[in-house]
């Protein structure tokens, strides 16, 4: 039928440019894996190990997965399996920290990454970008807190939060404190 021809052309388009991003993706995590271990390994101060992977949204070849999946698809009017349902799945010291991390672990995983792009796009472009951390401090332990405040060397890093106790540990830089939006 005309509809079949259809969707069998829409899945190999989605096949093969899906086959593309997810090379890309893949080759991005085994870039970003060369600074993140030790990021994260730096803000749990060694406490911690963190370990990362590439997660399909199906299993077997992507295109025999998505003519599999065909009929459903129809049904729901979602694409069920594909890049965009693809996951990356963080694990610290081997148990999944989505599933089982606390807010302060699932905090520094979100850090190790940006903090870890960073270390990236310096290699690349051989220069830092801005670091901008919006309350990022408050649901991170006193260690960790410490590690953000007086490790990010090189960069110009922009850290925000409410709390002054949370930048207790600052060694170096500035503070600045802003209060009904006048900067004091």
């Given at each position: 039928?005309t509809?079949?021809?259809m969707?069998?052309v829409?899945e190999?388009?989605?096949?093969?440019?899906?086959?593309?991003?997810?090379?890309y993706?893949?080759r991005?995590?085994?870039i970003?894996?060369t600074f993140?271990?030790?990021?994260y390994?730096?803000?749990?101060?060694?406490?911690?190990?963190?370990?990362?992977?590439?997660?399909y949204?199906?299993?077997?070849?992507?295109?025999?997965?998505?003519?599999?999946?065909?009929?459903?698809?129809?049904?729901?009017g979602?694409?069920?399996?594909?890049?965009?349902?693809?996951?990356?799945d963080?694990?610290?010291?081997?148990?999944?920290?989505?599933?089982f991390?606390?807010?302060?672990q699932?905090?520094?995983?979100?850090?190790?990454?940006k903090?870890?792009?960073?270390?990236?796009?310096n290699k690349?472009v051989?220069?830092?970008?801005?670091?901008?951390?919006?309350?990022?401090?408050?649901?991170?332990?006193?260690?960790?807190q410490n590690?953000?405040l007086?490790?990010?060397k090189?960069m110009?890093?922009?850290?925000?939060?409410c709390?002054?106790q949370?930048?207790?540990g600052?060694q170096?830089?500035?503070?600045?404190?802003?209060?009904n939006?006048?900067?004091?």
């Amino acid at each position: 039928s005309t509809l079949s021809i259809m969707l069998d052309v829409f899945e190999e388009e989605i096949f093969e440019n899906g086959k593309k991003l997810t090379e890309y993706r893949k080759r991005y995590i085994e870039i970003l894996n060369t600074f993140l271990p030790s990021v994260y390994r730096g803000i749990s101060a060694g406490k911690e190990s963190l370990t990362t992977k590439y997660i399909y949204s199906f299993e077997g070849d992507f295109l025999t997965a998505l003519k599999n999946s065909r009929r459903e698809d129809m049904y729901t009017g979602i694409t069920s399996i594909g890049p965009h349902r693809d996951d990356i799945d963080f694990k610290i010291n081997g148990i999944s920290a989505r599933k089982f991390g606390s807010q302060g672990q699932k905090r520094s995983v979100a850090l190790a990454v940006k903090l870890s792009e960073a270390e990236v796009i310096n290699k690349n472009v051989g220069e830092w970008p801005i670091i901008l951390l919006d309350d990022v401090m408050s649901e991170l332990d006193v260690t960790r807190q410490n590690y953000i405040l007086n490790h990010i060397k090189g960069m110009q890093s922009f850290i925000t939060c409410c709390d002054d106790q949370n930048i207790k540990g600052l060694q170096n830089g500035k503070k600045f404190v802003v209060d009904n939006g006048c900067v004091l």
